[in-house]
Nanobody
Framework: VQLQAYGGGLVQAGDSLRLSCAVS????????MGWFRQAPGKEREFVAA????????DYADSVKGRFTISRDNSRTTVFLQMNSLKPEDTADYYC?????????????????WGQGTLVTVSS
């Protein structure tokens, strides 16, 4: 299973970005999917997750109301719409898939990971 994340970039505070993660080689519609991020000098942290059906989502408190996770099972892609970006959102963002329909906040419960895509938010 391969995950390819893209869509990062340099933006100003208050701007929006949409991250995408294309999944190949597996059975996407039975995977719970998640987004995590890691800022320089910090541990990887949970951002958002979505059930395989797309009907259940979960967010870290720090992004709730600003970020939206979604998925398109026909395109085997998961998205992270990020609005009202803040400098503290600056990090490498990683998508992950787990061999379970259920979403999870725990990185250890994910089986497959993509490479990071860097998001930099300037003040």
């Amino acid at each position: 299973v391969q995950l390819q994340a893209y869509g990062g970039g340099l933006v100003q505070a208050g701007d929006s970005l949409r991250l995408s993660c294309a999944v190949s080689g597996g059975t996407f519609n039975v995977y719970g999917m998640g987004w995590f991020r890691q800022a320089p000098g910090k541990e990887r942290e949970f951002v958002a997750a979505i059930h395989s059906s797309g009907m259940i989502t979960d967010y870290a408190d720090s992004v709730k109301g600003r970020f939206t996770i979604s998925r398109d099972n026909s395109r085997t892609t998961v998205f992270l719409q990020m609005n009202s970006l803040k400098p503290e959102d600056t990090a490498d963002y990683y998508c992950a898939a787990r061999r379970s329909r259920f979403d999870s906040r725990r990185a250890i419960e994910y089986d497959y990971w993509g490479q990071g895509t860097l998001v930099t938010v300037s003040s």
